[in-house]
C-alpha cells in the first residue's frame, strides 16, 4: 500500500523560503509521475509542480515558475518542493500525489493520480 508523508510546512514571512518534504513508503519513487499540489482558503486545488522521475521532465504552474523547484530522491524515496520567495497568496495546504503504476509524462490535472498524502500547512503572512 502506497504511503506518502507530507512534511517541512509552516509560518514564513513574505520573501522567504521553505522546503517541503514528501516521503513514500511501500513504493518506488522511479519511473513515477509525482506532483504537489495545494489548496489555499477558499480555493479551489491546483497542481504546482510536476516531475516524471524516470527522465526528470518536470512542469511547473505559472504562478510558481522561477521560484519553485520539484526535485526527488530515489535513494531516500522522497519528493521535495523548494519554495523561495514566497507571498501570502502561496498560504495553503500541500499535498503530494503519486501515479501507482510506471507512468508517463508530468501532468498538474488531479484526475491523473491515485495516491495522496495528508498534507503540510503553509503560512506566508506579508
Known amino acids: 500500500q502506497v504511503q506518502l508523508v507530507e512534511s517541512g510546512g509552516g509560518s514564513v514571512q513574505a520573501g522567504g523560503s521553505l522546503r517541503l518534504s514528501c516521503a513514500a513508503s511501500?513504493?518506488?519513487?522511479?519511473?513515477?509521475?509525482l506532483t504537489w499540489f495545494r489548496q489555499g482558503p477558499g480555493k479551489e486545488r491546483e497542481g504546482v509542480a510536476s516531475?516524471?522521475?524516470?527522465?526528470?521532465?518536470?512542469v511547473y504552474a505559472d504562478s510558481v515558475k522561477g521560484r519553485f523547484t520539484i526535485s526527488q530522491d530515489n535513494a531516500k524515496q522522497t519528493l521535495y518542493l523548494e519554495m523561495n520567495n514566497l507571498s501570502p497568496d502561496a498560504t495553503a495546504w500541500y499535498y503530494c500525489?503519486?501515479?501507482?503504476?510506471?507512468?508517463?509524462?508530468?501532468?498538474?490535472?488531479?484526475?491523473?493520480?491515485?495516491?495522496w498524502g495528508l498534507g503540510t500547512q503553509v503560512t506566508v503572512s506579508s
Open positions: 500525489a503519486a501515479t501507482r503504476g510506471i507512468c508517463c509524462l508530468p501532468s498538474l490535472s488531479g484526475s491523473a493520480y491515485d495516491s
Open positions: 516531475i516524471y522521475t524516470g527522465g526528470g521532465s518536470t
Open positions: 511501500g513504493y518506488t519513487l522511479s519511473r513515477k509521475r
